[in-house]
């Protein structure tokens, strides 16, 4: 598949993709979403990918769903194809650790797919906002869920019924932003970061992950126990073994993702 509203590169271990319709702010329409889909099942598919990065452009991560081509719909168009689910819940889906680097504006569906990652970096730019409430409309794409268990109800109430957006720094403060990085650099360090996870045994990183995101899902003691059995079975994979093993040994541990 040849892609127009995406830019992919495999850079190492890590495969990356860049939005890339500048003349709409990235604005999310729906043959982006389906190239996004298709691109993130090639790279979960492919075994020398380690981690994901997502990115935009210095103007925008995205600014949002397409509104020119959601304006118009009716009730049974939306309900029918149960609008925003198919294509834009594959971030989420994803078992492989994906990064968001954000400049500019993340916005509405932006923010939104910048949440279903699992590590959000940021330049001074970046600007998180769910302005749906300005045109009539709510979240679609989990904001009111995700930004509540990210940054609490407080914020995120003041987001979603206001639309004000939040700069880098309050986002870093709030907990939805990992790091901020400087803008010349944002893109090479969400490479490094996703290489530094990529260099790591693949199957503890999905297990790190899944354990992590059972926290969004679960009670405590039912998380507790998902992390214990977990911890158990990585002591069923040679990359445990090697671990240890280089550790007490003091060298660098060769991960064969076994
Ligand atoms: N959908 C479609 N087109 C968009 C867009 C969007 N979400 N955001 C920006 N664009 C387009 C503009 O229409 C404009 O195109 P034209 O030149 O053809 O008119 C171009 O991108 C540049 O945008 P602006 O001229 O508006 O740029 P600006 O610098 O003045 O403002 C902005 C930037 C504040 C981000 C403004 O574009 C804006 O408010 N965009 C919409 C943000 C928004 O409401 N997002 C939520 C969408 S709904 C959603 O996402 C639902 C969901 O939960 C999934």
């Known amino acids: 598949m040849s892609y127009e509203h995406i830019i992919t590169e495999i850079r190492g271990p890590v495969g990356l993709i860049k939005f890339n319709r500048p003349k709409a702010l990235n604005a999310l329409c729906e043959s982006l979403i389906k190239e996004l889909d298709h691109a993130l099942n090639g790279y979960e598919d492919n075994n020398a990918i380690g981690a994901i990065v997502i990115t935009g452009s210095k103007e925008a991560f ?13 009730y049974m168009d939306v309900y029918l194809s149960n ?7 594959r ?12 400049a500019g504006y993340a916005l509405g ?22 302005p749906e409430i300005t045109i009539g409309a709510i979240p679609g794409a989990g904001g009111t869920q995700r930004l509540v268990r990210t940054i609490g109800k407080a914020k995120a109430m003041e987001m979603c019924l206001t639309g004000r957006m939040m700069d880098a720094e309050e986002a870093e403060y709030a907990g939805l932003v990992s790091r901020i990085v400087p803008a010349d650099q944002l893109l090479d360090d969400a490479i490094k970061t996703a290489k530094k996870i990529a260099s790591m045994s693949r199957p503890i990183s999905m297990m790190a992950k899944e354990a992590v995101n059972r926290a969004y899902e679960t009670t405590l003691s039912e998380g507790l126990l998902f992390e214990r ?3 158990h079975s990585l002591f069923a994979t040679d990359d445990q073994k090697e671990g240890m093993k280089a550790f007490v040994e003091k060298r660098k541990p060769k991960f064969t993702n076994c």
């Open 229 to 231: 059995r977990a911890f």
């Open 91 to 102: 971030v989420s889906t994803c078992r492989k650790p994906v990064v968001a680097a954000v």
């Open 62 to 74: 995205a600014a949002g769903a397409d509104i020119k081509e959601m304006y118009d719909k009716t």
């Open 83 to 89: 609008f925003i689910t198919e294509g834009w819940e």
């Open 109 to 130: 569906g932006g923010c939104e797919i910048a949440m279903m990652c699992d590590i959000i970096l940021a330049d001074e730019t970046a600007k998180f906002g769910q």
